[in-house]
T-cell receptor, first 112, second 112 residues
Framework: QKEVEQNSGPLSVPEGAIASLNCTYS??????FFWYRQYSGKSPELIMF????GDKEDGRFTAQLNKASQYVSLLIRDSQPSDSATYLC????????????FGKGTHLIIQP | DTAVSQTPKYLVTQMGNDKSIKCEQN?????MYWYKQDSKKFLKIMFS???????INETVPNRFSPKSPDKAHLNLHINSLELGDSAVYFC???????????FGEGSWLTVV
């Protein structure tokens, strides 16, 4: 059974600072990781995914993957109040049609 | 034009009733899912269907019965509703060869 662990927070970050969200996973065979953002009362939406060790940048977002340490992170630069949401880390299940196994999410609050 | 649509969005019902939630996707995807998000915001997969065939049935009570009449539709029927069934139910879809899972807007079920 794959497990994905996240600190539920809340994580409070001042506006303009870098928000760092972390995720660990139990299955060393996990190959890919997804970060979803969920605003209160809304559905999850994909921010980015990462397959390879190292960093992947997309605008203000950087995903980092360290397979040796079984650790994934999401950095949000120049944090804005609109970034306040719950961030969900996820990895695919066992087979091709499997859905994603999600962590419990980290609640991020950007303080103006 | 909504990619993954669910109905109803809100549903309040009494214990013991039977209810259904409908889901349709117009993305041409071959895989559809039902997820449950509880009061602690934990998002957990319930069912996965690929080309109308059940792929995953996680440890969900058999009071929950999914039905996929075609690739674009995945409905969820719940018998003998219990208080603990109160949650947000998300339908989702993806192309099995693709990366991204797209979520519907969610159906808020409250059992009283």
């Amino acid at each position: 059974q794959k497990e994905v662990e996240q600190n539920s927070g809340p994580l409070s970050v001042p506006e303009g600072a870098i928000a760092s969200l972390n995720c660990t996973y139990s299955d060393r065979g996990s190959q890919s990781f997804f970060w979803y953002r969920q605003y209160s009362g809304k559905s999850p939406e994909l921010i980015m995914f990462i397959y390879s060790n190292g960093d992947k940048e997309d605008g203000r977002f950087t995903a980092q993957l360290n397979k040796a340490s079984q650790y994934v992170s999401l950095l949000i630069r120049d944090s804005q109040p609109s970034d306040s949401a719950t961030y969900l880390c996820a990895t695919p299940g066992r087979g091709g049609a499997d859905g994603l196994t999600f962590g419990k999410g980290t609640h991020l609050i950007i303080q103006p | 034009d909504t990619a993954v649509s669910q109905t109803p969005k809100y549903l309040v019902t009494q214990m013991g009733n039977d209810k259904s939630i409908k889901c349709e996707q117009n993305l041409g995807h071959d895989t559809m899912y039902w997820y449950k998000q509880d009061s602690k915001k934990f998002l957990k997969i319930m069912f996965s269907y690929n080309n109308k065939e059940l792929i995953i049935n996680e440890t969900v009570p058999n009071r929950f019965s999914p039905k996929s009449p075609d690739k674009a539709h995945l409905n969820l029927h719940i018998n003998s509703l219990e208080l603990g069934d109160s949650a947000v139910y998300f339908c989702a879809s993806r192309q099995i060869s693709g990366n991204t899972i797209y979520f519907g807007e969610g159906s808020w079920l409250t059992v009283v």
